[in-house]
Antibody, heavy 119, light 107 residues
Framework: VQLLESGGGLVQPGGSLRLSCAAS????????MTWVRQAPGKGLEWVSD????????YYADSVKGRFTISRDISKKTLYLQMNSLRAEDTAVYYC?????????????WGQGTLVTVSS | DILMTQSPSSVSASVGDSVTITCRAS??????LAWYQQKPGKAPRFLIY???NLQSGVPSRFSGSGSGTDFTLTIISLQPEDFGTYYC?????????FGQGTRLEIK
């Protein structure tokens, strides 16, 4: 399993950014995927999830209405569209693969991509 | 939302020692709990799922227990590579929530 995030960078408050997570080594279409972020020096914060079966999506209240999770199965890529960015969105963003059983836990993680929201 | 509270926030131990980290959920989550290890500048590493099941490839000196609201992660015979920050995560319902982390320092 390999997960490779990209798309991070410096963006001004109010701006937009789209993160990508290229997946390989597993059947991308059947696994749920999630985004977790970590602000500098802080703990892990779950951001968003997309279920492998049916594609239902979930969001943390802190990003609801601003972020959109999606996936392109043909490209084996997970996305996170981030709009109306705020300084408090500054973090390393990780994509992670669900283990595939009944619980919402994540057995493989990407290396992360840094998003900095600043003027 | 389910609040996850870990204790202690940090712990220092010597090679060969045993360490126990506690995680408490604000409401019952049965056995829907995972543990992760994270080292500085690295992605989290998945250690334990369903409260007590060791992920493939994780050394047997790691173990987890608990159910309902109270859970523990125990590391016996500490090794130098066990330093880092440990997080619990409730896997019962959305929004998924993590504990604040426990930093393990090897003396």
């Amino acid at each position: 399993v390999q997960l490779l995030e990209s798309g991070g960078g410096l963006v001004q408050p109010g701006g937009s950014l789209r993160l990508s997570c290229a997946a390989s080594g597993f059947s991308f279409s059947i696994y749920s995927m999630t985004w977790v972020r970590q602000a500098p020096g802080k703990g892990l914060e779950w951001v968003s999830d997309i279920r492998g079966s049916g594609g239902r999506t979930y969001y943390a209240d802190s990003v609801k209405g601003r972020f959109t999770i999606s996936r392109d199965i043909s490209k084996k890529t997970l996305y996170l569209q981030m709009n109306s960015l705020r300084a408090e969105d500054t973090a390393v963003y990780y994509c992670a693969k669900d283990r595939g059983d009944q619980g919402y836990w994540f057995d493989s993680w990407g290396q992360g991509t840094l998003v900095t929201v600043s003027s | 939302d389910i609040l996850m509270t870990q204790s202690p926030s940090s712990v220092s131990a010597s090679v060969g020692d045993s360490v126990t980290i506690t995680c408490r959920a604000s409401q019952g989550i049965s056995g829907w709990l995972a543990w992760y290890q994270q080292k500085p500048g690295k992605a989290p590493r998945f250690l334990i799922y369903a409260a007590s099941n060791l992920q493939s490839g994780v050394p047997s000196r790691f173990s987890g227990s608990g159910s309902g609201t109270d859970f523990t992660l125990t590391i016996i015979s500490l090794q130098p590579e066990d330093f880092g920050t440990y997080y619990c995560q409730q896997a019962n319902s959305f929004p998924i929530t993590f504990g604040q982390g426990t930093r393990l320092e090897i003396k």
